[in-house]
């Protein structure tokens, strides 16, 4: 494709995300669709044309796990990247419309997206650094093919007000500020296969819950404070270092004074949690109603805490009813338990790579199962 923005066909927006926003478009001489993101770059002339360059890389990206790219070119003061277009859209919103995705569909989630890491990386020694549900998209074929991967250093310094690379699916080590490796992709994995199998964000106290902790985006104090926060830069790390919260249970200022779920005892059922856990535990779990919690004191939890858990739903407490109740307690097979422990080992030297991983007993069940993902994604509305 010679790519031009006036043969470019605007049909609908897609989504918005924190660096931009992506839009439905028809190429008109060959009438393809494609996804269209656009997004605002600050930055020199000079700059913008080394992003290009940089983005060329994308042309030699050939999966079957990965999005396509058709290319991408400036549009000032925007740049566009038109990529391959997924019908059924993203995972988040497609678990946001059909409520938790079954296990046996998410096995394959997780199948496609250690296969995707593992070309990126062994290929193009390339880290994907934004792992989670609105990157892993899913069409009609019951195709899913990850997106959105950090292949320009200067299109992630570039972006204006960038989060990238900074959310609540960002590994315990890069919130200290260790260098990305392929296994920061595989923490985020993890959380993300979570969030699909329970269709809960885990970190979220209840789904309906008016914050959206998985995020950042949304939240100006966080952005005050460490802005500009970018990935790989050490500047979050001693950011968030140095912003020693305290560690006891009062809420902070911007959370509503109560709440009606604030007289809810916490659970203990996570027998390992120390006395200052449960405490610290309880100061989260407290938060009921509109914010949950700062974003500060999420990554601070997610760092010293223990990670969640597919099963242990209750991770912070308050949800065994409901999840009683949905009949989702103790649903998982033990393989899938294993595999989103594996993913969420709090220290990298001990997790392992995108290409090992595929050799779990999980991935393997999930190579032989025969589960209809095209119908699956049929259906999705
Ligand atoms: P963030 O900016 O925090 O990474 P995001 O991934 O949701 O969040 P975008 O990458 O801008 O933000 O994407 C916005 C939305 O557009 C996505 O949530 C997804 O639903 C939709 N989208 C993105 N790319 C495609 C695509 N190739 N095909 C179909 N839908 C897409
Ligand atoms: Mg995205």
């Not at 990206?61 to 993203?90: Q, R, T, V, W």
């Amino acid at each position: 494709f010679d790519l031009k923005n006036e043969d470019l066909k605007d049909l609908h927006e897609l989504g918005q995300g924190n660096g931009g926003s992506v839009k439905k478009v028809e190429h008109v001489p060959t009438g393809t669709l494609m996804a269209k993101k656009i997004v605002l770059i600050d930055a020199k002339p000079s700059v913008r044309k080394q992003i290009l360059r940089e983005l060329q890389i994308m042309h030699e990206c050939h999966c079957k796990y990965i999005i396509s790219f058709y290319g991408a070119f400036l549009a000032d003061p925007n740049i566009c990247i038109c990529m391959e277009f997924a019908d059924k859209g993203s995972l988040d919103g497609i678990y946001k419309k059909i409520g938790a995705i079954d296990i046996e569909i998410v096995g394959k989630v997780a199948l496609a997206v250690l296969e995707g890491l593992t070309y990126l990386y062994d290929v193009h020694r390339i880290i994907h650094r934004d792992i989670k549900p609105s990157n892993i998209l899913c069409n009609s074929s019951g195709e899913i093919k990850i997106c959105d991967f950090g292949v320009s250093g200067e299109l992630i310094n570039s972006i204006a007000d960038t989060f990238v690379g900074t959310s609540t699916y960002m590994s315990p080590e890069r919130i200290q500020g260790a260098q990305y490796t392929v296994k920061s992709d595989v923490w985020s994995l993890g959380i993300s296969l979570i969030e699909l199998a329970l269709g809960r964000f885990p970190f979220a106290e209840s789904a309906d819950s008016d914050s959206d902790l998985s995020d950042l985006g949304d939240y100006p104090d966080f952005n005050e404070t460490l802005s500009p926060a970018r990935p790989g830069s050490l500047s979050l790390a001693g950011g968030l270092a140095s912003l020693s919260l305290s560690d006891n249970s009062s809420p902070s200022s911007r959370l509503p004074p109560s709440s009606k779920r604030s007289s809810k005892p916490t659970s203990a059922k996570s027998s390992s949690t120390s006395k200052k856990d449960k405490r610290k535990s309880k100061g989260v779990s407290l938060q009921g109603g509109g914010m949950t919690m700062s974003i500060l004191e999420l990554l601070q939890h997610i760092v010293n805490e223990p990670a969640p858990r597919l099963t242990e739903s209750n991770y912070w407490g308050a949800r065994d009813r409901d999840m009683e109740e949905e009949g989702l307690e103790g649903v998982f097979p033990s393989e899938a338990e294993s595999f989103v422990d594996a993913c969420l080992l709090k220290n990298p030297d001990d997790r392992l790579t995108p290409k090992l991983l595929l050799n779990h007993p999980w991935i393997q069940l999930a190579q032989q199962s025969e589960v209809d993902v095209e119908g699956w994604a049929r259906e999705i509305p």
